[in-house]
């Protein structure tokens, strides 16, 4: 029999259903993986006796007799959602000591479905970041290569389910932060369309940008949790007003004409030429193609399709996201929850102190960089033109997706890097983010999945992207792929 820790979800539900197990057995191994993997940085916060008490409820749950698919699973939340049980930060210090007296809706949703959670997960400073090392509490480190980044914003979120520590998390992607952290740990993570998942409770970055996903070993994993997280909220008013969907149902459902042996059959998978540069690592390249030829086997066709506007994702997303982080931010004062300076002569000498000893260096630098571009006389130059070519981007896919189904490529244009190469060039990171904004700014549902390894034994994730409310197809997609190969069962040495 496999260890706890080395199960799925959907594996884990099944042995609690089945009594080989029990929810408070799985916690206490859980709780000792964590105990004993501190170094890696993934939690900032553990509540250990909160995780214990909800899995003794849950016992005495499945003992009467439900079997929710979701009943007794251990996981943790990216701390960037607010919960009532404990401290939330954003892994910033001018949210110390904040305490929410509510849970953002997903965390409440997830906890309706069966599940709790282990603790708070690291992440960079208001999910600004593509390393985690912006987080104000000290970086994540990759289980893979402990050298090397786990991605951002959400790497604490990727690392706890790579390192086996709990097997799935929360996220959040504004511009690839749950696909980049999961490509750069070997893990699977679905970013839905804009809309889909509640953002009450969940602290703001970029409004119109922001939005929540699982992270977990599987498509199969993460079609249970999106299942439970998503659906309308009221007090939501980005929140897509539809009824709740059975993501899971949909992956399993087969497609028409497919068979057995071909699963994908009829599929039609969009290779965007802009996709595939030349500045595109050799690894990266060899294992994507890698990860298209298994797809090819399973009955799909490749075309070639084009995002001509691939490149201004860049710009445009450094225009929009930092206004709009700008207003989002300017919230936190010192006023009336989190840190406040201790010596100040007026209110506004308490604004600045509070502000330059709350922030880190990358908020600041957005901060000044939203301001500026939503400044008289800049809006229209910078801010008005931007969402212009926002349009544009979007219309591409439309474009695209009349010859395709699904779109595909590389998330990142390399492996993960080594900790501390991006601190002297934060463009370089920036443009690390390339295969990954042009979908987020366009709100199409996106995901990661394991295809392989490049540089150094460092895992490479195949992007998938969608058209709207198209996350049942991605999903069919990436367990069909995820069936006939074991990229994603692989785990790092020595976890």
Known sequence: MKSLHEMGVAELGQ?????????TELTQHLLARVTGSS?????LHVDADGALAHAAEADRRLAAGEAS????????HKDIYVTADMPTTAGSKILAGYR??????????LNAAGTFSLGKLNCDEFAMGSANENSAFGPAHNPWDRSRVPGGSSGGSAVAVAARLVPATTGTDTGGSIRQP????????????????SRYGMIAFASSLDQAGPMARSAEDCALLLSAMSGFDERDATSINQPPQDFHAQMLAPREGATPAQPLKGLRIGLPREFFPAALSADVNSAVRQGLAE???LGATLVEVSLPRTELAIPVYYIIAPAEASSNLSRFDGVKFGHRAANYTDLLDMYKKTRAEGFGPEVKRRIMI?????????YDAYYLQAQKLRRMIADDFQQAFQHCDVI???VAPSVAWKAGEGAEDPVKAYLADIFTLPGSLAGLPGMSVPVGFGEAGMPVGLQLIGNYFKEGQLLHTAHALQQATDWHTRAPNGI
Do not use: M, N, W
């Open 370 to 378: 939203g301001t500026y571009v939503l400044s008289h006389g800049y």
């Open 295 to 297: 797809l090819e086997k």
């Open 15 to 23: 042995g609690l259903r089945a009594k080989a197990f029990s929810a």
């Open 100 to 109: 929410s007296p509510f849970d953002a809706t997903v965390v409440a949703r």
């Open 39 to 43: 170094q890696l940085g993934a939690f």
């Open 69 to 76: 698919p979701l009943l007794g699973i251990p996981l943790a």
């Open 182 to 197: 999961a490509s750069f740990t070997g893990i699977t993570g679905i970013k839905p369309t804009y809309g889909v998942c």
């Open 408 to 410: 595909a490529g590389p």
